[in-house]
Structures are given as structure tokens and as C-alpha cells.
């Protein structure tokens, strides 16, 4: 098993462009999770998606947008790109289930995104 | 609210000396608490959580619910142990959602 897998690795954008990053969780995991890290500090929550269900969202502005597809991959979509976005962002699938399943989260490697 | 402190960003050791690396965290309810490891190139990894009570490459961490602390502590450091350290913390879940409160992180460095 390739682990958590993220695309693409790198990407530049210029301010108000709009940018797409994918995940692809650990095989049988159905929950994936989105997390931002800024440079310099720890991983801040995004967003959590079960079985294709928004399940949380953390205090990101509506330009951060997500979704699940039927195979359990995932789409980080941000709108409107600011400076501030600038991060890496961190991809990680999990086999709880809301009812069962270990509470721990395998990462992928990330999406650093520079906004110019 | 949920927050995880950590207040050290940087900690310099030498080889063979003891390492303890400080979190204190704040949730009124019961958590769940986990140290995550960094290491050099690599991605976000698990290195232990609280309610196994294992030893994962000879660091420990007890949960003190007094002192709301999970300080990561391990007798004998390594060369290997430099890395970038992150405590985190899942408190109830709210609305079905397993979210991670991650503190600033502590960068180790163990001098040889």
C-alpha cells in the first residue's frame, strides 16, 4: 500500500486564482481529512469527510470548499487564493468510523502551495 | 475550547542525555491525546497515544489530568531522535467529526 497520497507536490498560483488539491486515502479508510500548515506551525483542521459527509469543518472561510468521492479519494478546492493561503496542506485518511475504528490519522506527504 | 501548548519551539540536547519535551493542553472533557514526529523529509507520522501506554522508540507519556500535561519524555537520547515534534489532542466528538488539535510543535536537536 502506497500510504496517503497527495497531488500535486508543489504548486505555484497568483492571487484569486483557484486551486484543486487530491488525496487519495490508505486503501479501506473511508474517512479523509484536510489540515492546513503554515509555516512555522502545527496542522490546523479543515475540513473532516466520512462516507462522501461532510462530518466537520473547521473556522476557514467559505472559499474552502471539499468534497468525497465514491472511491473515498478526496478535492480540496480554494477559491479566491490570498497570500495567506500560502501552506502546505496535509491530506489524511483514518478507519474510524464515527461508531469504531482507531482514532489515529496516517498523513500523506502534502501540497505545498505558494500564492504570488 | 480545545488548545494544545508547547511551549518550548526549539530543544537542544546532547547524546545520552534525557529529553523531555512539555505539553499542556485545555478540553473541560476527557481527551485523547497523541505525539506526532517529523523527522527530516519525511511526512507527519503517529509516534505514540496516550491510551496504548506504549514505548515507541523509548519515549513515554503519561496523561496528567491534574496538571491537564503529556509531556513526551525518553531517558537516553539519539542521534536519530532530531526531529520536528507535535503534540495533539482529540477531545469529544462534536457532530461526528474526528478533528486533531495540533500544538506549535518543538524542533529537537540532539547534539552528538
Known amino acids: 500500500d502506497a500510504g496517503v497520497t497527495q497531488s500535486p507536490t508543489h504548486l505555484i498560483k497568483t492571487r484569486g486564482q483557484q486551486v484543486t488539491l487530491r488525496c487519495s486515502p490508505i486503501s479501506g479508510h473511508k474517512s479523509v481529512s484536510w489540515y492546513q500548515q503554515v509555516l512555522g506551525q502545527g496542522p490546523q483542521f479543515i475540513f473532516q469527510?466520512?462516507?462522501?459527509?461532510?462530518?466537520g469543518r473547521g473556522n476557514f472561510p467559505d472559499r474552502f470548499s471539499a468534497r468525497q468521492f465514491p472511491n473515498y479519494s478526496s478535492e480540496l478546492n480554494v477559491n479566491a487564493l490570498l497570500l495567506g493561503d500560502s501552506a502546505l496542506y496535509l491530506c489524511?485518511?483514518?478507519?474510524?468510523?464515527?461508531?469504531?475504528?482507531?482514532?489515529?490519522?496516517?498523513f500523506g506527504a502534502g501540497s505545498r502551495l505558494t500564492v504570488l | 475550547a480545545q488548545r494544545v501548548t508547547q511551549p518550548e519551539k526549539l530543544l537542544s540536547v546532547f547524546k545520552g542525555a534525557p529529553v523531555e519535551l512539555k505539553c499542556n493542553y485545555s478540553y473541560s472533557g476527557s481527551p485523547e491525546l497523541f505525539w506526532y514526529v517529523q523527522y527530516s523529509r519525511q511526512r507527519l507520522q503517529l509516534l505514540l497515544r496516550h491510551i496504548s501506554r506504549e514505548s515507541i522508540k523509548g519515549f513515554t507519556a503519561d496523561l496528567n489530568k491534574g496538571e491537564t500535561s503529556f509531556h513526551l519524555k525518553k531517558p537516553f537520547a539519539q542521534e536519530e531522535d532530531s526531529a520536528m515534534y507535535y503534540c495533539a489532542l482529540s477531545g469529544a466528538i462534536i457532530q461526528g467529526a474526528q478533528k486533531l488539535v495540533f500544538g506549535q510543535g518543538t524542533r529537537l536537536t540532539i547534539n552528538p
Open positions: 489524511a485518511s483514518s478507519s474510524w468510523t464515527g461508531v469504531s475504528g482507531a482514532n489515529v490519522l496516517t
Open positions: 469527510y466520512y462516507e462522501k459527509e461532510e462530518r
